[in-house]
């Protein structure tokens, strides 16, 4: 509790630093916000609790169709350098306390960082997804292993069960099976006040279907064309094989249920349900593995943005700032960019700093005219449209309700005045 | 080390600086950039502190430092999150909390 | 619409005792809050049920009486509210805060508290994480600990047993009268047709009181509480420092004082989590984290308590406890309408007299009763002609208007 208390940063206490832009979170959206704001001439501070900049970015690797292997360290790498070269002072190993208006930021170091523009850019995490053993050592997050596997080049374990089936799941265990480990099936969570619909076979088909043609492996692409219409899936779920469907050296069972994680100080087995097509427990069979992935889908952070008009809005994943088509929130010059305001992919999030960036500029009074922002607009709508994963299948809906909750303030704003302006 | 991907199909060949730190009076060798929880976890350690209540073993979990479940004393500060900090050579690592729960297999 | 014999409107833990005392009687009633039980100032305090801290007198007779009533009362709402009776103890820093508080000592054993005063060595026996400055302590096996979010849901579940109905965020609009009675209370969401209503709104009693023309002499006082990740058990009982009891006495000693009324007052849950407050200032309704009051609390916990230095910090929380200037609540009816109970202004004693409230709004109603003896003590009017106001928020200075003992809510 003493003030300070940071084993990676020693500092004289209270240091006040000044800038134009502060940026919190150096992930995709922060670094593209920072990157964009820099170029264009601002004096930008990042900030980040992790001990390198990119975020979920450093886990990414997945084959973009055309474009080949995207390799989330390597973007990382280069979009920090080219910030780093702007002029970005990026601040990491350092923790957010608090932000106040216009725009302080203090650190868990005692430093403080102090500017006229903010973009919140604290990105997403996981949903818990409680299974009975879910504590032990061996037990982890499907983003955990992502980041382990591709990033720090650990294997989490030689024989993995995954929990869940959405795009990162099936994405992460393609890339497990690439750095050697036994991925032994890919299993619905059991039926709880946790998992919901996502221990519902069908639900998951037509979450399945939400994917796109475009996607990076071949499990996506599987699902995407198997469970595009109804009829489809409902054939596919009768006939869906009790054993699982073979994929990439790993099986996809829409028909078993992983209902309990056993183990002596670590993991050591599952227990495994075969279940009918409303996700009943037939029944149950032990696999012995020495790891398990939980997905259980992603939200956006809200730890810093709970002034600015949050609102639920499930086709984004949870709950969100309402946001400008500007990126500014209800609080002036505090921006947002990023999964913070709902959950896409890393390309979206860039081009959404991008946008958040250019702003800023243009409000500095570093970029002239209004293409500039008009451009980054765009190319946000058009990151959306090219997207190889889609993460909410209903994610366009989930804009338009966002867009229309924003016009709605901007209306009921412009009345309240003129209320004020007749008293 | 036991569960390090020394060659990936993509990634190519991993980086061989290495590193020595201590976790609770052991030494081990990581490679420079890992984090702590990451270093461990390619040494084979997965239980990086225990419960306060039961004393159970606990691991990485979320991997983001969201869940706090891989806290440990790093350097003699308390309660740090292993996933998101980086291991540093000569690092001085201890676990948090008692080896004392009665385990048993569930099934 | 609906009918009650009652409206309760705030559901903290003074509303919830009311309602539950009211609907044991066999009212019919509705209890009304803008967001839900405990979301105020019953959910951002600390756990401590101070006895040796309160003034002799009134103050004193009123916590005494609620204290006993503590003994039974998990068994009166068939649930566990985590009372325990492991005592409490007030830590001297100074020796002239020593020598004040010999003297307090003594008043308060003339008033029938049980309390002692032992030396630092025989202090940090007790509490071994405190500070080797430590001169001494005062120590009072009558002091107790609460679960305050689970004694203000037994009292709202064993309100809802006795047949309450509760209408959670609602905000009450208006309080409608006819011929200076009162007939019915209007909400967000819907109206309760009523004869009696009582604003238990804490801070905001001034506010709802207010929609009725009813001077209702409350004031918001800020405090703030840092909340540690779980530890071994580490602290027994409650523990406060000197400084917030001779504050008020010692004057001239407030130029060592912390800022923002700051004062140590340490507790631990049963799940591990220290609490840490506090501190007391004037400054409205505003929620907003201040990292300085945050530091300075910090700072002032680790020099009584060192070890607290290495212990991480993984919430603050911010409430506004009802201040009416002389550290008593306003139990009373409103002298403007026909039918309107006030109850509420218990600042910093919120728990320590929460079994007491209900039991002091039933004897109202019914003009007897065990605890009839202290109203003519609680009334609105004895603040008439003296229109108080809080003192102005003076940023970073002690805000210490206090012309009473408190102890952080």
Known sequence: METFLNPRVKTAGSVMMISDVVVIGAGPAGLSAAVTAAEAGADVVVIDENPRAGGKLLGQLHEEPGTGWWIGAEISKKLAERAVNAGVRILTNRQVWNISQKWEVALDTGECVKADYAVVATGAAERPLPVPGWSLPGVMAIGAAQTLTNYYRVRPGDRIAIVGVDPLSLTVAHELSMAGADVVGIYLPGKSIFAGTQADPDTNLEYLAGMSDLAPNAFLRWGGKLAANKTLRKLALTFFPKSGLPLMGTRLNLRKSLVSIGGNERVEHVEVATIDSQGNPGKTRTVKVDCVCISGGLYPVQELTRDCGLVRIDQLGGTIPLYSPEMETTQDNLFVAGNVTGIEGAKIAMAQGNLAGTVIASRLGLLEGKEAIDRAAAAVRFARKSSAITFMPDIEEGRRIADDLWLERVRENSLAQKDESYA | MLKRISDHPVLGPLSQEEIEFEFDGKSYQGIKGDSIASALLANGVRTLRFSNRDGEPRGIYCGIGHCFECRMTVNGVQSVRACITQACDGDVLESQGENRGERHDDF | ?409
Not at chain 3, 81 to 92: A, H, K, L, Q
Not at chain 3, 168 to 175: K, W, Y
Not at chain 3, 223 to 251: F, M, N, W
Not at chain 3, 310 to 338: C, H, N, Q, S, W
């Open chain 3, 1 to 409: 619409m609906k009918t009650a014999d009652a409206v309760v409107i705030g559901a903290g833990v003074s509303g919830s005792s009311i309602a539950f005392r009211l609907a044991q009687q066999g009212l019919k009633v509705v209890i009304v809050d803008k967001n839900g039980p405990g979301s105020g100032a019953s959910g951002s305090c600390d756990k401590a049920i101070f006895m040796q801290s309160k003034r002799p007198g009134l103050h004193m007779e009123l916590a005494m009486a609620s204290r006993r009533m503590y003994d039974t009362l998990e068994a009166e709402l068939e649930q566990s509210v985590e009372f325990e009776s492991d005592g409490g103890m007030v830590v001297i820093e100074t020796p002239r805060h020593m020598e004040f508080m010999k003297d307090f000592i003594e008043k308060q054993r003339k008033a029938g508290i049980s309390v002692s005063l032992i030396d630092g060595d025989a202090a940090r026996a007790a509490q071994p994480f405190l500070a080797p400055h430590i001169l001494g302590a005062s120590f009072s096996p009558d002091d107790a600990d609460v679960n305050p979010l689970a004694l203000n849901a037994a009292f709202f579940r064993a309100a809802k047993r006795h047949g309450a109905v509760h209408l959670t965020h609602s905000e009450v609009i208006a309080v409608n009268t006819e011929r200076g009675k009162v007939t019915s209370v209007e909400t967000t969401r819907g109206s309760i047709s009523t004869g009696l209503v009582i604003n238990a709104a804490g801070p905001y009693a001034k506010s709802v009181g207010a929609l009725s023309n009813i001077d209702i002499p409350v004031q918001p006082r800020r405090g703030t509480i840092l909340i540690s990740e779980s530890i071994p058990k580490k602290v027994t009982g409650c523990l406060l420092d000197a400084q917030y009891i001779a504050s008020k006495h010692l004057r001239s000693d407030n130029d060592d004082a912390p800022p923002y009324g700051v004062g140590l007052s340490l507790g631990q849950t049963v799940s591990g989590n220290l609490l840490i407050g506090g501190s007391r200032e004037f400054a409205g309704f505003d929620k907003r984290p201040n990292q300085d009051v945050i530091a300075t609390i910090a700072a002032h916990a680790a020099r009584i308590a060192p070890e607290l230095a290495k212990t991480r910090i993984i919430r603050t929380m911010t409430g506004f406890r009802p201040y009416t200037g002389d550290g008593l609540p306003i139990i009373d009816r409103a002298a403007e309408v026909d039918g309107y109970i006030i109850a509420a202004g218990h600042e910093g004693d919120g728990l320590a007299l929460a079994p007491l409230t209900g039991q002091l709004v039933v004897d109202l109603i019914k003009g007897s009763g065990p605890t009839h003896h202290f109203l003519s003590g609680l009334r609105v009017d004895r603040f008439a002609g003296s229109k108080q106001d809080a003192p102005a928020a003076t940023p970073g200075t002690t805000a210490n208007p206090a012309t009473e003992v408190h102890v952080p809510a």
